[in-house]
């Protein structure tokens, strides 16, 4: 029998910026740290996302608590000169329903930040506003096993990636969060392995955890975010103990130790 040949290339995605504003219908607060937003709004007809770490732009207001809309130009988004420009975050647009039109989007909550503080403060009928995505990157789910690794901010790219993935697929899942309770909000899968820390500290153990990791045998894929510095000592062990190659590999920065209160997700 012929050995059949499957397509892994990634394929990247480009989008046409929109801004939109986006109105909360809800806030769930799922950890002492981490809240989920429902948005909706007649603005998010239309809305992309074909990655599932993907990010959108959100646009936090510094005062009043009303949006700044930009206006979108060849060179970019454009604020009124007279307002005080708000500060921009990137977010992975955790679950996506085209039908009811709802974005769903987790924040992980600061004492310090725009985003965090915006977050800790929101209520149903808020509005921000956002744009993109501007791209997605498509990872062909017809690989042998699929790792996923990462920190609160990889948590919703690790949920939606999850629930994209078939049932036979081998899936490795490779947490550490604050609040032990985050782990239930991964979804079931029957082939889903599990390898999660508590962080009760600042050190990560995430490196660690990978390099004891036992892969399933054939070609994979391993995605992983967090701390800038910890993705880097993943990416190593990746390479250096499980010999991935770097097309197998994505490993984002989302934050960096010394603006901790700026966390994306």
Same mark, same amino acid.
């Given at each position: 029998?012929?050995?059949?040949?499957?397509? !892994?290339? /990634?394929?990247?995605v480009?989008?046409?910026? /929109?801004?939109?504003?986006?109105? /909360?219908?809800?806030?769930?607060?799922?950890?002492?740290?981490y809240?989920?937003? =429902?948005?909706v709004?007649? #603005?998010?007809?239309?809305?992309? +996302? +074909?990655?599932?770490?993907?990010?959108?732009?959100?646009?936090f207001?510094q005062?009043?608590? $009303?949006?700044?809309?930009?206006? *979108?130009?060849?060179?970019?988004?454009?604020?009124?000169?007279?307002?005080?420009?708000?500060a @921009?975050?990137?977010?992975?647009?955790?679950?996506?329903?085209?039908? +009811?039109?709802?974005?769903?989007?987790d924040?992980? %909550?600061?004492?310090?930040?725009? @985003?965090?503080m915006?977050?800790?403060?929101?209520?149903?009928?808020? &509005?921000?506003?956002?744009?993109?995505?501007?791209?997605?990157?498509? /990872?062909?789910?017809?690989?042998d096993w699929?790792? *996923?690794?990462?920190?609160?901010? @990889?948590?919703? &790219?690790?949920?939606?990636? %999850?629930?994209?993935?078939?049932?036979?697929?081998?899936?490795?899942?490779?947490?550490?969060?604050?609040?032990?309770? !985050?782990? @239930? !909000?991964?979804?079931?899968?029957?082939?889903?392995? %599990?390898?999660? &820390?508590?962080?009760?500290?600042?050190?990560?153990?995430?490196?660690?955890?990978? =390099?004891?990791?036992?892969l399933?045998?054939?070609?994979?894929?391993?995605?992983?975010?967090a701390?800038?510095?910890?993705?880097? &000592?993943?990416?190593?062990?990746?390479?250096?103990t499980h010999?991935?190659?770097n097309?197998?590999?994505? $490993? +984002?920065?989302?934050w960096?130790?010394? #603006?901790?209160?700026?966390?994306?997700?």
């Amino acid at each position: 029998m012929q050995k059949v040949m499957k397509d !892994l290339t /990634v394929q990247r995605v480009r989008h046409d910026i /929109v801004v939109r504003t986006i109105i /909360v219908e809800s806030v769930e607060k799922l950890a002492n740290n981490y809240v989920r937003i =429902r948005f909706v709004g007649d #603005d998010l007809i239309g809305f992309v +996302s +074909s990655g599932f770490d993907d990010h959108v732009k959100l646009f936090f207001p510094q005062q009043d608590n $009303a949006p700044v809309v930009p206006q *979108l130009t060849e060179n970019g988004l454009f604020f009124p000169e007279d307002k005080p420009k708000p500060a @921009a975050r990137d977010y992975t647009p955790r679950a996506f329903d085209q039908k +009811s039109s709802y974005l769903e989007i987790d924040f992980v %909550l600061h004492e310090q930040g725009p @985003a965090g503080m915006w977050a800790k403060a929101a209520c149903i009928g808020d &509005a921000l506003v956002m744009a993109g995505p501007r791209g997605s990157m498509v /990872v062909p789910i017809e690989y042998d096993w699929h790792l *996923l690794v990462g920190d609160e901010t @990889a948590l919703p &790219a690790i949920i939606r990636r %999850l629930h994209e993935l078939p049932d036979h697929a081998q899936v490795v899942v490779v947490l550490e969060t604050e609040a032990p309770q !985050l782990q @239930a !909000l991964l979804p079931p899968h029957v082939n889903l392995q %599990l390898v999660y &820390a508590q962080r009760v500290d600042s050190q990560s153990h995430l490196p660690q955890l990978v =390099r004891e990791l036992r892969l399933p045998d054939g070609e994979g894929f391993a995605w992983a975010a967090a701390e800038s510095s910890v993705v880097k &000592a993943i990416r190593q062990e990746l390479v250096d103990t499980h010999g991935l190659a770097n097309h197998q590999i994505r $490993a +984002s920065s989302y934050w960096r130790r010394e #603006d901790e209160s700026e966390k994306q997700q």
